[in-house]
T-cell receptor
Framework: AQSVTQLGSHVSVSEGALVLLRCNYS??????LFWYVQYPNQGLQLLLK??????LVKGINGFEAEFKKSETSFHLTKPSAHMSDAAEYFC?????????????FGDGTTLTVKP | EAQVTQNPRYLITVTGKKLTVTCSQN?????MSWYRQDPGLGLRQIYY???????DKGDVPEGYKVSRKEKRNFPLILESPSPNQTSLYFC?????????????FGEGSRLTVL
């Protein structure tokens, strides 16, 4: 069965500082991996996805993530935090042709950006 | 505009009073799913549908029903709501069933059961 663990339910950074949100996955076969962002009172929207092509994936709003098979990780980074990045972030894993391609989500990490 | 529309966005009801949360997508997506979001628990799948007339249980289906009579609509039915179903509910859709792809989410429906 596939699963995702997000380390740290709350992360706080200063504006302009590096953002690092951690995600580790468990899957018996090569997975697809996703990061979603949820702004207050909104639904989730896709930030970026890994689908077995390039291991370094670039997404919207300056975010990127690197797939590391040896570490079973897919950490999300952004070089310089902006106030508008304050939101909740979810990592998700999905496996082709398993459970109808279901996405399994982590518990989420709330990012706070201090001025 | 491509979107997933849920209604109502907010609802307060009482124990045992049947309610339906509607979900509609305009992207001709095959796959639709309902999730509930609770603090510290992330998103948990309630039911999903791979196509018209094809539905299946997710991880937390107890107390819920769904139907998929048309491709665009996937309503969530609570026959006899209880306080433990107080939650934030999201409908989501994806282009193809069985193929992992981007999920498009509605804006959520916040349900309170007294």
């Amino acid at each position: 069965a596939q699963s995702v663990t997000q380390l740290g339910s709350h992360v706080s950074v200063s504006e302009g500082a590096l953002v690092l949100l951690r995600c580790n996955y468990s899957s018996s076969v090569p997975p697809y991996l996703f990061w979603y962002v949820q702004y207050p009172n909104q639904g989730l929207q896709l930030l970026l996805k890994y689908t077995s092509a390039a291991t370094l994936v670039k997404g919207i709003n300056g975010f990127e993530a690197e797939f590391k098979k040896s570490e079973t990780s897919f950490h999300l980074t952004k070089p310089s935090a902006h106030m508008s990045d304050a939101a909740e972030y979810f990592c998700a894993v999905s496996v082709p042709n398993t459970n109808a391609g279901k996405s399994t989500f982590g518990d989420g990490t709330t990012l706070t950006v201090k001025p | 505009e491509a979107q997933v529309t849920q209604n109502p966005r907010y609802l307060i009801t009482v124990t045992g009073k049947k309610l339906t949360v509607t979900c509609s997508q305009n992207m001709n997506h095959e796959y639709m799913s309902w999730y509930r979001q609770d603090p510290g628990l992330g998103l948990r799948q309630i039911y999903y549908s791979m196509n018209v007339e094809v539905t299946d249980k997710g991880d937390v289906p107890e107390g819920y029903k769904v139907s998929r009579k048309e491709k665009r609509n996937f309503p969530l039915i609570l026959e006899s709501p209880s306080p433990n179903q107080t939650s934030l509910y999201f409908c989501a859709s994806s282009l193809k069933a069985g193929v992992p792809g981007e999920l498009f989410f509605g804006e959520g429906s916040r349900l309170t059961v007294l």
